[in-house]
């Protein structure tokens, strides 16, 4: 089984900072993409961004330009750089993982709250 723990979450001012961190522990022969998604309140789980394991990004028109995610293959671990939050930006944000042996695979969720 493989486990994805995120961190990085909080409260935070329109036009801060936040960075989330996910840590994927477990069996694992490979990790194929990594991303983040998110879900506001009353509103569908969205895709934010992913990577691929060659370094290829893929990021939501409302993320473009203040978001950057990255990868460290060694340690297993995707981070979500968030500058010039928003308070759209309100949601519980939700690490992906697609994995070898374990397939499809979802952190628990942290919360991040941009307050205008």
């Known amino acids: 089984q493989v486990q994805l723990v995120e961190s990085g979450g909080g409260l935070v001012q329109a036009g801060g900072s936040l960075r989330l961190s996910c840590a994927a522990s477990?069996?694992?022969?490979?990790?194929?993409?990594m991303g983040w998604y998110r879900q506001a309140p009353g509103k569908q789980r969205e895709l934010v961004t992913l990577?691929?394991?060659?370094?290829?990004?893929n990021y939501a028109d409302s993320v473009k330009g203040r978001f950057t995610i990255s990868r460290d293959n060694a340690k297993n671990t995707v981070y979500l750089q968030m500058n010039s939050l928003k308070p759209e930006d309100t949601a519980v944000y939700y690490c992906?993982?697609?994995?070898?042996?374990?397939?499809?695979?979802w952190g628990q969720g942290t919360q991040v709250t941009v307050s205008s």
């Open positions: 992906n993982a697609i994995t070898l042996p374990s397939g499809d695979v």
């Open positions: 477990g069996i694992i022969f490979k990790i194929n993409a």
């Open positions: 990577i691929t394991s060659s370094g290829r990004t």
